[in-house]
C-alpha cells in the first residue's frame, strides 16, 4: 500500500510554481504527472499540462520533451538540458526545475520567439511534434542564444515529426543561428531573389514568382533576460544539500535517494538487489515492455562524487553519474587540450556520442548506466573495451577495479560487480604514439537510430613499423552482448599491416564472431559482411595514419619505407569518410498572387495553419487533453497472441480480483452488431491474426487497466493453415476480393514482335502510419434518450458515428462525433477509429461511465495495420533503342486477415499504375491476398506508391538492357500529347511535360548527370547516383458519391462568422484553406471567421478526408454557403455600399433575413465499370517530377541524400505554404518507405516493429541537403475552387527519386564490378539491401547458411 504519511516530501518546481508531493507515485513518469495530475498545487493552479505529449513513451520521439534546470554541484552552475518527460522517473525530480511548453509562452500572456517563429515559419501540420519542437529549440537557446546551424541539428535529432518533412521546423531554428543564410540556392552560382532584369527564371517571370513564405523581419527578437529565472529556493536547496535519506513509499514500489555515499552504499548492502536508476533510459523501457519489476529503486542522483571527473597524467577519470552529453563535452574538451595522438580513444568515443540516439536521451542516459547495462548494441562499449578502459567500483567494503573487457562484457561472475558494489567511475587511459583507436557503427538511418552493428578497434604498432604490437577488436550487435574477438587479434600479433594480415584477419575474425542463421535481429549476412566490412576501414584508415607518419618521420623508419608497405591508392580514399551530418538548404518557389488581388483577400497566399501559435504554445487541444470527465474510467484491449486459432476460453477472473479493475467487455457485451462477418469488433470464436481485439478492461486508471490486460487468461487452438506471406497466400489461393484487370491492344501479339522481353520481380515492403497522436477516443454517455457524445482522432466521424450505432443498435440520430484536429492520419485513421470508438461505447454502455481509450504506441502499431506490402512479377517487351511495346504487371498486396480497404486499393492500384506512360499494349492484374496479418488500410497515396515503383523498375531494367540511362526511356514512353489513359480517360499531359522539363531544367540533371559519372570513375567505396522520375497522380475516389460535401455557414449579430464543414483538420491545414475561401466569397478579413470544430451534429453524412480532395469538395461545399449568405445581403449592401460588414449583418437581421445557410457540393462526376475496363474514376491529375542524387558507401550500405528537386503542378494553390508543407512532407514520408522504414514479422506472425526504436521514419538528418521545391506557374483546372489541386498525397511518389538513385549508384557498382545489374528491386533500399547488392570480395568470404537448416528470425511478408 502507497503510504504518504511515511514518505518524504518531493519538492521541485514546474514553469516556476513550486510542486510539493508527498502522495507521489514512484513508479510514474513525469510526462504522467504533467498530463494528468490534478493536485490542487495553489488555490488557482492546477498542473493540468497536456502540452507535453505522449507519442511513444520510450523516448524514441521526443513528442514529450521539457527542459529540466538543475544546479551541477561540480560546476557550481545551473545547467539546463532537454528530457523526454516519458522516461523521467517523476522522483528523480528532486530540487530540480522543470519547465514546459506552457512555460515558454503562450497565446494569452507572450509568445516567445522560438513559438512565434516555428508557427510563422509553417513549421507545424498537425503540431502533435511542435511543443516538443519548441522544448528541444528552447533549450538550446537557454544555453546558446545564438547557436551554430550543427548545434541546432543535434538539439533536434531526437524530435520525430510525421507531417511537415523537417525543413521548416530547421528554417524556423536556423533564424536563431549565427551563421548567415541569405541565399540557399546553392550550385547554381547566382542568389535565388537576384534574378537580373533579362533573366527568365525557369518557372516564369520575374515578379509572379515568390520564394519567400513567410516575413523573418516581423520575428520579435530572442531576450535571454525574459526566461524564467532558476528558483531562488532550489538554487538555496542545492548549495546546503540535505544530506538525509529521502524516501517516497509507492503501492508497490519504493525510491530512496540517499544523500550521501556512505548512504548509498549502506542501502546498496540492504538491497543488493536494487537497481540504481540514474536515467532511467535503460531500465524504464524494460520495465515497461519487458515487463521488469523492481520493488526498490535506489536514486544516486544526489551523490556529487558520482559526477566527478579527473584528468590525469595516463588518462581521463569520468564518473559513472555523468550524463552522455556531459560526457561529450568532457571528451571534446581533452581532445582540443592534448595532442593528437593521446585521443584517438577519445575521438572515437565522441564520434559514437554524436549519433547515439537524440539529445534529450543523451542528457539523461549516464556513463555508469550505459556501461552497466550491457547493451549488445551498446555503443560506448565496444570502444571502452578494446582501449583498456577500467570501472572503478566502490562498496562499503572499499574500493576496487575491473577491467571493462570481455568477461565483464559478457556478464561472468567473476568478472562482474557485486550486488552491494556501484560503479564509481570509468578510468579511460590515453592513447599512445604509433597506436590507433577507431570506431564504427552502421544503422537503419544516420542519426538517433540504434546501430546494427558497431564496432571498436585499436592497433598499437611497434615503433617506427607497420607490424602489429597489440590489436583488440570488439563489436556490437552480433551477439547477446558486446563481443571482442580476442582469439583473432591474439593470433595476428606481430604480423605486418597489410593486405596479406587482412585477409587473414578476415577469416579469423568470421570464424570467431559466428553468427547463427537465426541470430536475433536477423539481417545475418549483412552483419557478417560489417564485421569484415568495418575491419576494412580500420585496416585503410590506419594505412592512412602510417602514410602521415612516414612523412613525419621519413629517415627514422626504415621498416616503413615505400617497398614494403600498403597504400592507400587515391580511389579507395572513399572508404574512410563517414557521411556529414548537414543541415539541408533549399528554395520554395511559388506563383505570386495577382497584383490586383484586394489585400483583404487571403486566398493564393502562404497564410500561417490557423492553429500553428496554439500548437506551438501547448494550448491546442488533441483528444486526449480534454480534461477529466467525471466518473471517467479508463480502456485497455487484449489482443490474441496467436495468427490463426479456435479461442477455446477467456478467463477474466484474475484480471477482476485487481483493484481497480471495473468490468470487462467481450463480444457478448455487445448490445447490436459485432462488426461484420469475418470482420468482427471483438474475436468470437476464432482469431485471424496476432493483434486482432479480443476483449477489453476498464479500470479507474489507464495502469491498472493495461496491467489487466495480462492477468486474463486465453486459451487457443492452433488453426490450419497460417499465411503471412504473399507467396503462401498464392500457392493457398487465399484472397480477399476477386481479381482486378485493366487491358489495352494485344499484349501477346505485341511480346512476338519486340526486339528484347526482360521479366522481372518488385517487392515493396509495407509501412506504417506512424501518426504521432496514437488512436484515442473518449465516449460520454449523456443521461437522457441514450445519447453519446464521442471525441475522437479520426478522418472519418460519420464512420465512427455509424459503426458505434450500428454496434449499440441505437440511432445514429442519439450519436455525436466531435473531432477537434487529429495529430496525424495518413488514412490510417479512416476506418480504425470506429472499431475503437465502438469498443470504447459498448464500455460507456455497459459501465454507464465516460470511457477513455488512448493506445499506447506497441499496441496501436500492432492492431491497426499499414501500407499493404505488394509483391509485383513484370514483362516487359522492347525495341533496342526503348520504346516499350507491351507490358504485362500483375501485383499482389498483403491484404492481411480481413478485406478493409484492400479492394479499393487493389483498385486504385491497378488504375494507376501507367503512372505518366503510353504503352499501346498493356495488361493490369492486380489481386489483395488474405492472409493471417493484421489488417492493412487505406494509406496515403492508396496503392500508387507501391505499385508505380513496379512500373519504374520495369523502365529502369529496360534502361539497363539497352545501355542507355533510364531518364531516356522514361522520356521516349512519356504521354507526349492528349490521349487516353488505358481505362479510357481522355487527358492531356502537357503540364506532365511541363514539369519534367523544367526539373530536369532546375535540377541541371544533365550536367549532373555527367558530375555522378566523374564522381564514380574517382571514387570506388563510394558512388553517387541520379534519378528523375515523372508523376501523374490521379485525384478523388472513383464514385461521385464520394466526392459530395456539406457546410453549414452562420452570421452572427456582431458580424463573426462560424464555418462548419464536413472536412477534418489532420494537420494538411483544410480549416485555414475553408477560411480563406469564406475570406474571399464573404469579403471580410479571416479574423472575423472561426471554425470551432468538426461535427457529425453539424453537417452530417460526410466522407472520408481522404484522396486528396478534402478541401476541394468541401471549399466548394462552403463556398456555396457563403454565396448564397451573400446574395441575400446584396440588397441590404446595394443599399447602403458605404455601409460596414457589421451595420449590414444588423440590418438582416433587423429585416428577417437568415444568416444561416447550408452549402453542398454534390460531387465530381466519377466513376469506373470494371466489367469493360473504362471510366473516368478520377476528376482530375496532379503532375509533378523529382530529381535526386545520393551518395552511398559501398562497405556499408549507407546513403546521403545530396540534392533533391521537385516540381508540382498545384494549379493555383489556395495556400502556397500549405501546399508546399504537404508536397515536403508527403515527399520525406515517401523517402521513409522507399528507404529506411521497414516492419518485421515473426515467423510466428508478431510484428517486431512496435516503436521508434525498430522502426525508423525519417529524422531531421535523413532530409536532402539541397532540398527545392517548386509550384509550376498556374495552369487552369475550371473544375476545382478556384483553380486549385489537392495536393495532399502525390509527393509521397516522389520519394522513390531516392529509391532509383541508391540503385542507379548500385547499379555503377555492379557495372564496374562486373556483376549483373538487373538484381532483384526490393524496397526499402536499406543499408542491408544496399550493401548486399554492393557485392566484393567481403559479401563473398562471409558464410552463408542453407536456408533450410534454420528457422530466420523474421519472414519477408511482400
Ligand atoms: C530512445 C533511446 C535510444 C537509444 N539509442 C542508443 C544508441 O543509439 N546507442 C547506444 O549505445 N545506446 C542507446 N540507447 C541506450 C542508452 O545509451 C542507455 O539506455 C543509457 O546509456 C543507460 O543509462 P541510464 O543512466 O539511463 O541507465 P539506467 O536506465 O538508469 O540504469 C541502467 C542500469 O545501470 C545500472 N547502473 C546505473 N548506474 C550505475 C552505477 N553507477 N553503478 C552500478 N550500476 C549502475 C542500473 O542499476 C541499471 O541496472 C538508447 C536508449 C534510448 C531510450
Ligand atoms: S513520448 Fe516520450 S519520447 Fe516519445
Ligand atoms: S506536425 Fe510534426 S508530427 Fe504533425
Known sequence: MRCASRSDELVFFVNGRKVMERNVDPEGTLLTFLRKNWTLLSKSWLLRLTGTKYACGRGGCGACTVMVSKHDPVSRKIRHFSVTACLMPICSLYGAAVTTVEGVGSIKTRLHPVQERIAKSHGTQCGFCTPGMVMSMYTLLRNHPQPSEEQLTEALGGNLCRCTGYRPILESGRTFCMESNSCQQKGTGKCCLDWGENDSSPLGKKNEICTKLFAKEEFQSL????????????????????KRTLTFYGERVTWISPGTLKDLLELKVKHPEAPLVVGNTSLGPAMKSQRQFHPVLLSPARISELSMVTKTSDGLTIGAGCSLAQMQDILAERIAELPEEKTQTYQALLKHLRSLAGQQIRNMASLGGHVISRHCCSDLNPVLAVSNATLNLISAEGTRQIPLNEHFLAGLASADLKPEEILESVHI???????????FRQAQCQQNALPHVNAGMRVLLKEGTDSIEDLSIAYGGVGAATISAHRSCQQLLGRRWNELMLDEACRLLLDEVSLPGSAPGGRVEFKRTLVVSFLFKFYLEVLQELKKLVKLFSVAVGALDSRHRSEVSDQFLSALEDFPVT????????????????????????????????????????????????????????TSSRAHAKIISIDVSKALELPEVVDVITAEDIPGTNGAEGDKLLAVEEVTCVGQIICAVVAETDVQAKRATEKIEI???????????????????????????????????????????????????????????????????????????????????????????????????????????????????????????????????????????????????????????????????????????????????????????????????????????????LRFRGRACMTNLPSNTAFRGFGFPQG????????????????????????????KTVDKTIYKQAFNPETLIRCWNECLDKSSFHSRRMQVEEFNKKNYWKKKGIAIIPMKFSVGFAATSYHQAAALVHIYTDGSVLVTHGGNELGQGIHTKMLQVASRELKIPMSCIHISETSTATV?????????????????????????????????????????????????????????????????????????????????????????????????????????????????????????????GSFIQGMGLYTTEELKYSPEGILYSRSPDEYKIPTITDVP??????????????????????????????????????????????????????????????????????????????????????????????
Not at 590515453?430 to 577507431?438: A, C, G, L, T
Not at 564490378?1313 to 528491386?1321: G, L, Q, T
Not at 526490393?1322 to 547488392?1333: D, F, I, L, N
Request: glycine fraction near 8%; include cysteine.
Open 429 to 439: 587511459p590515453h592513447s599512445q604514439k604509433w597506436e590507433f583507436v577507431s570506431a
Open 583 to 638: 543541415i539541408p538548404q533549399g528554395v520554395q518557389t511559388y506563383q505570386n498572387v495577382d497584383p490586383h488581388q484586394p489585400l483583404q483577400d487571403p486566398v493564393g497566399r502562404p497564410i500561417m495553419h490557423l492553429s500553428a501559435l496554439k500548437h506551438a504554445t501547448g494550448e491546442a487541444m488533441f483528444c486526449d487533453d480534454i480534461p477529466v470527465v467525471d466518473k471517467e474510467l479508463f480502456m485497455a484491449l487484449v
Open 1265 to 1358: 541537403e539541397e532540398f527545392n521545391v517548386s509550384l509550376l506557374p498556374s495552369s487552369q483546372t475550371p473544375l476545382t475552387i478556384y483553380s486549385s489541386k489537392g495536393l495532399g498525397e502525390s509527393g509521397m511518389f516522389l520519394g522513390s527519386s531516392v529509391f532509383f538513385a541508391i540503385a542507379d549508384a548500385v547499379a555503377t557498382v555492379r557495372r564496374e564490378r562486373d556483376i549483373a545489374e538487373d538484381f532483384m528491386v526490393q524496397s526499402p533500399a536499406t543499408p542491408e539491401r544496399v550493401r548486399m547488392a554492393c557485392a566484393d570480395r567481403f559479401t563473398k568470404m562471409i558464410p552463408r547458411d542453407d536456408p533450410e537448416t534454420f528457422k530466420p528470425w523474421s519472414i519477408p511478408i511482400a
Open 948 to 975: 508505380a515503383l513496379v512500373t519504374e523498375s520495369c523502365i529502369t531494367a529496360v534502361a539497363a538492357k539497352c545501355g542507355l540511362p533510364p531518364e531516356k526511356i522514361r522520356e521516349k514512353n512519356m504521354y
Open 223 to 242: 531576450d535571454p533576460t525574459q526566461e524564467l529565472i532558476f528558483p531562488p529556493e532550489l538554487l538555496r536547496m542545492a548549495e546546503n544539500p540535505e
Open 715 to 921: 486459451t487457443y487452438e492452433d488453426l490450419e493453415p497460417v499465411i503471412f506471406t504473399i507467396k503462401d497466400a498464392i500457392k493457398h489461393n487465399s484472397f480477399l476480393c476477386p481479381e482486378k484487370k485493366l487491358e489495352q491492344g494485344n499484349v501477346e501479339e505485341a511480346f512476338e514482335k519486340v526486339d528484347q522481353i526482360i521479366e522481372g520481380e518488385v517487392h515493396v515492403g509495407g509501412q506504417e502510419h506512424f501518426y504521432m497522436e496514437t488512436q484515442r477516443v473518449l465516449v460520454i454517455p449523456k443521461t437522457e434518450d441514450k445519447e453519446l457524445d464521442i471525441y475522437v482522432s479520426t478522418q472519418d466521424p460519420a464512420h465512427v458515428q455509424k459503426t458505434v450505432s450500428s454496434t449499440l443498435n441505437i440511432p445514429i440520430n442519439r450519436i455525436t462525433c466531435h473531432v477537434k484536429r487529429v495529430g496525424g492520419g495518413f488514412g490510417g485513421k479512416v476506418g480504425k477509429p470506429a472499431v475503437f470508438g465502438a469498443i470504447a461505447a459498448v464500455g460507456a454502455i455497459k459501465t454507464g461511465h465516460p470511457i477513455r481509450l488512448v493506445l499506447d504506441r506497441e499496441d496501436d502499431m500492432l492492431i491497426t495495420g499499414g501500407r499493404h506490402p505488394l509483391f509485383g512479377k513484370y514483362k516487359v517487351g522492347f525495341t533496342n533503342n526503348g520504346r516499350i511495346k507491351a507490358l504485362d504487371i500483375e501485383c499482389y498486396i498483403n491484404g492481411g486477415c480481413t478485406l478493409d480497404d484492400s479492394e479499393l486499393v487493389t483498385e486504385f492500384l491497378i488504375l494507376k499504375l501507367e503512372n505518366a506512360y503510353k504503352i499501346r499494349n
Open 1100 to 1224: 452530417p453524412n460526410t466522407i472520408a478526408t481522404a484522396a486528396s480532395v478534402g478541401a476541394d469538395v468541401n471549399g466548394r461545399a462552403v463556398q456555396n454557403a457563403c454565396q448564397i449568405l451573400l446574395k441575400r445581403l446584396e440588397p441590404i449592401i446595394k443599399k447602403h455600399p458605404e455601409g460596414t460588414w457589421e451595420n449590414w449583418i444588423e440590418a438582416a437581421f433587423e429585416q428577417r433575413i437568415s444568416l444561416s445557410a447550408t452549402g453542398y457540393f454534390r460531387g465530381y462526376k466519377a466513376f469506373m465499370d470494371w466489367e469493360k475496363g473504362v471510366g473516368d474514376p478520377f476528376p482530375y491529375y496532379v503532375y509533378g517530377a523529382a530529381c535526386s542524387e545520393v551518395e552511398i558507401d559501398c562497405l556499408t550500405g549507407a546513403h546521403k541524400k545530396i540534392r533533391t528537386d521537385i516540381i508540382m503542378d498545384a494549379c493555383c494553390s489556395l495556400n502556397p505554404a500549405i501546399d508546399i508543407g504537404q508536397i515536403e
